[in-house]
């Protein structure tokens, strides 16, 4: 059985372990350890039957919890389960479907612009080249990661609102990786290949649940000890 004690322990006698002296790359190490022991097989909150089905829930989870597209996507998937029947629909179709998320309107009108991309130009086929997924209507590059690591297995880094709060959060990454896209080449240079995919779900989980935007639960997190809140003067800059 799993000790979530067990790393720190591990860890405890190392040189490094004085919180002041643990430098970026040892700071790495000790997160991505916890999570791969306390977390070995993850995946994403979002119900999905298909590519496309991850695809429409992800688009429609931007600015939006993962419980609300599952309780609307049912519906949805049911009445336009591939992108040739979706393709058919107008916005206002869809809109029906999603009207209860975020931007409604935005999005019915991108899942339907997307869907007639796919037909038309992908052969019905979600592509899997992340220069592909990125130009279909309203997929950006976090959406197009998600479907790289989820989907096709591949080492892809989305970065959310999660992921870029906890990264910076944690020390994993400088003040000025201030975007999500210095961001995602941060992470991705220092965690393993292997663990990239999962990586991204750790992270992102551990944002929603413990490391939350407004009253971050610290009593509850293991790695409450090293946070940098406590670290003046340390080496991660």
């Not at 998937?77 to 916005?91: I, Q, S, W």
């Not at 935005?106 to 990125?134: N, Q, T």
């Not at 609102?161 to 999500?180: D, I, Y």
């Not at 009253?215 to 800059?237: A, H, M, T, V, Y």
Request: include cysteine.
């Amino acid at each position: 059985m799993y000790n979530p004690g067990s790393i720190g322990e591990r860890f405890a006698d190392a040189p490094f372990f004085n919180k002041k002296n643990m430098t970026r790359k040892q700071r790495y190490d000790y997160v991505i350890d916890y999570f791969r022991q306390q977390m070995p097989e993850v995946t994403t909150e979002l119900d999905f039957g298909s590519a496309f089905q991850l695809l429409c829930a992800t688009l429609l989870s931007a600015q939006c919890t993962d419980k609300r597209i599952n309780q609307v996507t049912p519906a949805l998937f049911r009445r336009f389960p591939t992108p040739k029947e979706m393709a058919k629909a107008e916005p206002e179709d869809v809109l029906e479907y999603v009207k209860s998320v975020s931007y409604p309107n935005s999005k019915s009108k991108h899942l339907v612009d997307m869907a007639r991309m796919i037909v038309a130009e992908f052969g019905g086929e979600v592509p899997s080249s992340m220069d592909d997924l990125v130009k279909l209507p309203g997929v950006g590059r976090k959406t197009a990661n998600v479907m790289q690591a989820v989907w096709f297995g591949r080492a892809a880094m989305a970065v959310d609102t999660h992921v870029f709060r906890v990264s910076h959060r944690l020390g994993l990454v400088p003040k000025t990786a201030n975007t999500p896209l210095k961001v995602e080449r941060c992470l991705m240079k220092n965690i393993a290949e292997e663990d990239v995919p999962k990586a991204h779900h750790w992270l992102l989980l551990h944002g929603r649940y413990v490391c939350t935007s407004q009253r971050p639960k610290c009593s509850r997190c293991f790695f409450n000890d090293i946070c940098p809140k406590l670290l003046e003067g340390s080496k991660l800059e």
